[in-house]
């Protein structure tokens, strides 16, 4: 008779010798000091290794009266390592996933990529093309770091302005600004404005719990309630709600509110109701005002 | 005569009732869940985009709904994912990670558990079957007595979590509720099925031994093992719609149905790894339950019944551990395709020092597995021929081993730099990056299989004509997938960029797996009415044993090492760009803490096993009855 070794089986076969069991106890207790040292040795282990945290971005307040040029290109390179997690790829050979872009004068390499014919964006300048390449990086592929089987035309690479990175037009400016002036180039965008303070002050609820700042024009409350999320702006494609393009030409201004604050009341055939419900409790008065006159503009 | 008879009809009868009862059951199955899956959005497009409210064609008059039809029709309400602040996750005074860590772990131990062994119990009572050695029979029934009691402690696990989430990440919580729908209740059903289905077959075993109702008994364990799985690929999809969210928009608001929901692109590799480390997890348990019962015992009939069972358990093991880097590496795989930025947080960012600890946890399960078998060559006379091996093996593992744990950055001070001429050292360096390390866990897998098919082949002694052709082939099969993997891993990991890199660790595993496969098959063919020499079950050292003891030790602790790199790739997300973390725990703690914590979950998870292995024994026990016990009471 076998078993899964193929071995015999017969137990009356196996000879007494000296093989004979301990006590219960005895047992117990050097099984157990066994199994609890092993784990304790593993426990060492990641004692020995490098203690890091991974930090959640937390949001910081700048000064905007007092910043400068430098401070600015610091916050850049500040966000280029770390919240902007641009260097989990951009490494050096070999272990990068991406081209090197610290070891690049990115200012000139703009250039190049611009006049290549392979490119398929509409940036004029170095500042142009890199903003273009975080928010929309498939527009220009570099050789040999496309998607797999996507023949260099689609990048790998997030829109860093989307989740889960969500850089700010602040901050993907900073960055700009750092890869400019890193490599001697003379830094082309401006210190923040006003109003990105105000996109800034509309984030902040996420993390810190406090009341949105209001927007300050119909384009910052379409980001901040982001409609962008299911309404092309630009075209009347079909997302998970129908373009806005020409929505001006289509709905009067009474039908534009009454889709904002009471959606179900009207819904486009063939779109299902999937719009948030709860916008008047939302929006104030002036940023429902701004939203419906830009929207009704929109023909 | 008349009364086998009877038992016969008896026994048939019972089994025609049984049969008609589990089509029932079936019937039921299939028209009760249909409607329930229809409700939850799989019956059409239609009905999930239904109209409500005043509907009209953009530019035409309103058409007039009649009322029954817009109040028949409501959808429910589409929410996004709620965006938290700190004040809505309750203060406990303890960390809320850390109550949900324990709990879950603990959970997920023993539902590892309870589903792999009914799965290889099932296997077991084949081969019984099949082989008709009752010896199986009696093992399988074995296994399943031993881990009857996990089903409830798996319960009361999965109970705790699911109160502790609601009470202390009730957003969310409320957000996966809505999200998921009427598949909880689905799930909440499978418990009964489940139940049901584990009883019986427990419960049934003497009963239904032999013949006919034998089949049933099996057919009930395949049902068990159907049960089990679901509910185990139901509870995967939470974990995987959390770390690459499906059928869900930009901000969290639901757009396709259930399916869309949990068929994310993690769903089916998690599935898989899963599954496959069940198993492996689940044979190293009761192969420690084995060596303790070995270690406790005199009686040398059942420490030879008992070194079966620890063989058993740790050949279940060792086989579903062989291919699990290669659901892995699939894994991993799909994680960068979904998005290589949680690819890299993982493999290349701070949670990458975390590998270095899996290289010493699978280092641990190897030298263990090879070590048990080296030591059970002890069992047969034959075995000397094959002990050189055992000094090459054990030399190949090691340094394999050594360079798995090779780091590749270093913190070090500005002294250390100097000293050591650069932040990577020039020679130790280049071991540290994956292609030395995809030759390293290559070469372990093959040498370890080189173990396993020596320890096979160590009480045989081919008759064959054709056994010096066939040997010479199996050796040049070693020699080139050897030569290939080194060959493979160097000069694409060095000398080309990283997406060859990446696709030639595919031809890696590839050469693995045809040296295990060619093994099989030639060794299959080779000693098939081979010689057999003597072996001896129990014969073989005690301190072997503890190889059983500290495989279910790293297996554990890989397990809830997975765990936190699997939660923590999600960074300060509870679901992946979807609905963000803002609790106070919403970092990735450091790799000293995660060790910590998962050493407290593996001690707990020991102690429990001991529980449950002592309420088994508990039912082979029988108080003798007090010598001074009277008929009127004790005198």
Redesign the interface.
């Given at each position: 008779?076998t078993?899964?070794?193929?071995?015999?089986?017969?137990?009356?076969?196996?000879?007494?010798?000296d093989?004979?069991?301990?006590s219960?106890i005895t047992?117990f207790f050097?099984?157990?000091g066994?199994?609890?040292g092993?784990?304790?040795v593993?426990?060492l282990?990641?004692?020995l290794?490098?203690?890091?945290?991974?930090?959640?971005?937390v949001e910081t307040k700048v000064d905007l009266a007092s910043l400068t040029m430098d401070d600015f290109v610091a916050m850049g390179e500040n966000l280029f390592m770390n919240k902007g997690?641009c260097t989990?790829?951009h490494k050096p050979?070999?272990?990068?996933?991406a081209p090197d872009i610290q070891s690049m004068d990115m200012v000139s390499t703009s250039s190049e990529r611009l006049a290549d014919e392979r490119y398929q964006g509409e940036s004029k300048d170095a500042a142009g093309y890199i903003l273009e390449s975080m928010i929309d990086p498939s527009k220009f592929v570099v050789v040999?770091w496309g998607k797999?089987g996507s023949n260099d035309t689609v990048s790998?690479?997030?829109a860093v302005d989307?989740?889960?990175?969500q850089l700010s037009a602040m901050e993907m400016d900073a960055i700009i600004a750092y890869l400019q002036a890193k490599d001697g180039n003379e830094v082309t965008v401006s210190l923040p404005s006003p109003e990105v303070a105000a996109e800034l002050a509309a984030e902040a609820?996420?993390?810190?719990?406090v009341a949105p700042a209001p927007a300050a024009t119909a384009e910052e409350a379409l980001g901040k309630y982001?409609c962008n999320?299911?309404h092309a702006m630009d075209s009347e494609d079909p997302l998970?709600g129908p373009g806005l393009a020409s929505v001006g030409a289509?709905?009067s201004e009474a039908e534009i509110r009454q889709s904002i604050i009471d959606p179900?009341?009207?819904?486009?055939?063939?779109?299902?109701?999937?719009?948030?419900?709860d916008f008047a409790e939302k929006m104030t008065v002036r940023e429902l005002q701004m939203l419906v006159q830009h929207l009704a503009e929109k023909k | 005569m008349r009364s086998n008879r009877q038992q016969s009809i008896r026994r048939d009868g019972f089994s025609s009732r049984l049969g008609w009862l589990l089509s029932l059951l079936a019937v039921l199955l299939v028209f009760g869940v249909t409607p329930v899956f229809a409700d939850m959005g799989m019956g059409g497009a239609e009905q999930?985009?239904a109209?409500?409210?005043?509907?009209?064609?953009?530019?035409r008059d309103f058409v007039p709904v009649a009322d029954s039809v817009a109040s028949g029709a409501e959808?429910p309400?589409?929410?996004?994912a709620p965006?938290t602040?700190?004040?809505?996750y309750p203060n406990i005074g303890v960390s809320s990670r850390a109550v949900v860590w324990i709990l879950a772990q603990l959970h997920l131990f023993f539902g590892a558990l309870v589903l792999a062994v009914p799965l290889f119990v099932l296997v077991i009572e084949l081969?019984g079957v099949t082989t008709g050695?009752e010896?199986?029979d009696s093992m399988a029934h074995e296994f399943m007595k031993i881990s009857l009691t996990g089903f409830s402690i798996t319960a009361i696990f999965g109970g705790s979590l699911a109160l502790a989430l609601f009470l202390l990440y009730p957003d969310f919580m409320g957000y996966m509720m809505h999200v998921f729908g009427a598949q909880w209740l689905v799930y909440a059903g499978l418990f009964f099925l489940e139940s049901f289905f584990l009883y019986t077959y427990y419960y049934g075993w003497n009963a239904m031994r032999y013949g006919n109702l034998k089949w049933v008994h099996l057919s009930l364990g395949l049902l068990l093992n159907g049960a089990g799985m679901t509910i185990m690929v139901i509870s995967n999809s939470w974990a995987t719609f959390m770390m690459a969210p499906s059928g869900v928009?930009?901000?969290g608001?639901v757009?396709g149905n259930i399916w869309e929901v949990m068929k994310g692109p993690l769903w089916n590799p998690i599935n898989l790894h899963r599954f496959i480390a069940n198993i492996g997890f689940g044979g190293a348990v009761v192969g420690?339950y084995a060596?303790?019962k070995f270690?406790?015992?005199?009686?040398?009939?059942k420490?030879?019944?008992y070194d079966?069972m620890g063989?058993?358990s740790n050949?279940i093991a060792i086989l579903a551990f062989l291919p699990l880097p290669f659901a892995g590496y699939w894994l991993m795989a799909e994680i960068y395709?979904y998005?290589?930025?949680m690819g890299?947080?993982a493999m290349?960012?701070?949670?990458a020092?975390l590998f270095?600890?899996q290289a010493?946890?699978i280092g641990?399960i190897l030298l263990a597995g090879n070590y048990y078998l080296w030591a059970g060559m002890s069992?047969?006379e034959g075995s000397k021929r094959y002990k050189p091996f055992i000094g090459f093996i054990a030399f190949v593992l090691v340094v394999c081993f050594l360079t798995w744990v090779t780091p590749?950055t270093l913190?070090l001070s500005a002294s250390e730099i100097a000293q050591l001429g650069g932040s990577h050292h020039h020679i130790l360096g280049p071991l540290g990056?994956m292609p030395a390390k995809n030759i390293a866990v290559n070469l372990m897998l093959i040498v370890t299989f080189l173990s396993f098919q020596l320890?096979?082949r160590s009480?045989?002694v081919a008759t064959v004509s054709w056994a010096p052709i066939g040997n010479a082939l199996m050796v040049a099969i070693y020699v080139v997938a050897i030569v290939n993997i080194i060959f493979l891993g160097v000069y694409f990991?060095?000398f080309t960029?990283?997406?060859y890199?990446v696709g030639s660790s595919v031809a890696q595993v590839s050469s693995t797996l045809v040296v295990i496969i060619a093994g099989i098959v030639i060794d299959g063919l080779m000693?098939k009415n081979a010689k057999?020499l003597?072996?001896?079950?129990?014969?073989i050292p005690?301190r072997a044993q503890?190889a059983l003891?500290?495989l279910p030790?790293?297996f554990t602790?890989l397990m809830g090492l997975m765990g936190y790199v699997r939660s923590?790739v999600k960074?300060?997300?509870h679901v992946?760009?979807?609905m963000?973390?803002?609790s106070p725990d919403?970092?990735?703690?450091?790799?000293?803490?995660?060790?910590?914590m998962?050493?407290i979950v593996?001690?707990l998870f020991?102690l429990f096993v001991?529980f449950m292995f002592w309420v088994a024994s508990l039912s082979g026990t029988k108080q003798a009855k007090p010598e001074t016990v009277t008929e009127g009471g004790v005198a």
């Open positions: 008779m078993n899964l070794s193929g071995k015999d089986l017969d137990a009356r076969s196996a000879p007494e010798g093989r004979t069991g301990k219960g047992v050097k099984t157990i066994f199994s609890i092993l784990a304790l593993f426990t282990v990641t004692q290794l490098p203690q890091v945290e991974g930090e959640a971005p997690t989990l790829c050979p070999p272990i990068g996933r040999g797999k790998p690479m997030p989307k989740a889960p990175i609820p996420a993390a810190g719990g982001a999320s299911c998970v289509r709905l179900a009341a009207v819904i486009t055939e063939g779109f299902p109701p999937a719009m948030p419900a | 999930r985009i109209p409500i409210g005043r509907v009209h064609i953009e530019g959808e309400e589409q929410i996004a965006r602040s700190r004040k809505d081969v050695d010896r199986y928009n930009e901000v608001v757009v420690a060596a303790y270690l406790s015992t005199k009686d040398m009939e420490r030879a019944h079966w063989y058993t050949f395709a998005s290589q930025q890299i947080t290349g960012g701070i949670l020092w270095i600890v010493v946890l641990t069992r047969t590749h913190m990056i320890y096979r009480d045989k990991g060095y960029n990283t997406v890199k000693f057999t003597p072996s001896h079950w129990g014969r005690d503890y003891f500290a030790i790293a602790w923590s960074t300060h997300w992946y760009t979807v963000k973390d803002n919403n970092f990735i703690p450091t790799i000293g803490y995660a060790g910590n998962i050493t593996t001690v020991l001991l």
